[in-house]
């Protein structure tokens, strides 16, 4: 069955940087887009990132534009989202997703924590 399973979260001061892993299983990841999505406390969630399948093309949420990246890697299943110059507003749980057979597949998320 589908899994994704999240990593790289923690607590991390303002302007420092993390990276997040997801770890894709039971499916062909190398075939599907793949989201970064968010949710910060209390609030809604919030679309950050998105990928084609090989790579080449990337979108951002304007709050996140120059400031993330996100990547993959078909050979090793994974996705990334690489965080830099991180705000006290982008702590939320962030969450990978994939769109497999019409059906959203969520991983269980990573918690960020931008805090001095």
């Known amino acids: 069955q589908v899994q994704l399973v999240e990593s790289g979260g923690g607590l991390v001061q303002p302007g420092g940087s993390l990276r997040l892993s997801c770890a894709a299983s039971g499916f062909t990841f190398s075939s599907y887009w793949m989201y970064w999505v968010r949710q910060a406390p209390g609030k809604g969630l919030e679309w950050v990132s998105q990928i084609d399948t090989g790579g080449t093309r990337t979108y951002y949420a304007d709050a996140v534009k120059g400031r993330f990246t996100i990547s993959r890697d078909n050979a090793k299943n994974t996705l990334y989202l690489q965080m830099n110059s991180l705000k006290p507003e982008d702590t939320a749980v962030y969450y990978c997703?994939?769109?497999?057979?019409?059906?959203?597949?969520w991983g269980k998320g990573t918690l960020v924590t931008v805090s001095s």
């Open positions: 997703k994939v769109r497999f057979n019409g059906v959203d597949y």
